[in-house]
Nanobody
Framework: QVQLVESGGGLVQAGDSLRISCAAFGRAFSTITMAWFRQAPGKGREFVAFISWGGDRTIYADSVKGRFTISRDNAKNTVVLQMNSLKPEDTAVYYC???????????????????WGQGTQVTVSS
């Protein structure tokens, strides 16, 4: 089993930057591919970014491309989402998600991930 714990959310103004992190516990982190999803009030959970187990492959949702960067440090068992030029529409609860690296599946689908964190709130004021 893998436990994921997010941290770093908060309240910022439009145009600001924020960095959120996800720490993994319980298994070799390098065997898990990771992603970030988010859920805005009254909406479903949507894909934000994906990173392969080795960190050499990343995929972003069009809405965050060029503003957000996903990275990982396998030695520290963490994955980070650096968010720049934040907009009010980025307001959401952000979740990190993981799946075993040997598994296949569409990276932008919730159902492709087995492990989930509890979420961290990011609020962007205008």
């Amino acid at each position: 089993q893998v436990q994921l714990v997010e941290s770093g959310g908060g309240l910022v103004q439009a145009g600001d930057s924020l960095r959120i992190s996800c720490a993994a516990f319980g298994r070799a982190f390098s065997t898990i591919t990771m992603a970030w999803f988010r859920q805005a009030p009254g909406k479903g959970r949507e894909f934000v970014a994906f990173i392969s187990w080795g960190g050499d492959r990343t995929i972003y949702a069009d809405s965050v491309k060029g503003r957000f960067t996903i990275s990982r440090d396998n030695a520290k068992n963490t994955v980070v989402l650096q968010m720049n030029s934040l907009k009010p529409e980025d307001t959401a609860v952000y979740y990190c998600a993981g799946r075993d690296a040997y598994l296949d599946g569409i990276v932008s689908l919730e159902s492709s991930y087995r492990y989930w964190g509890q979420g961290t709130q990011v609020t962007v004021s205008s």
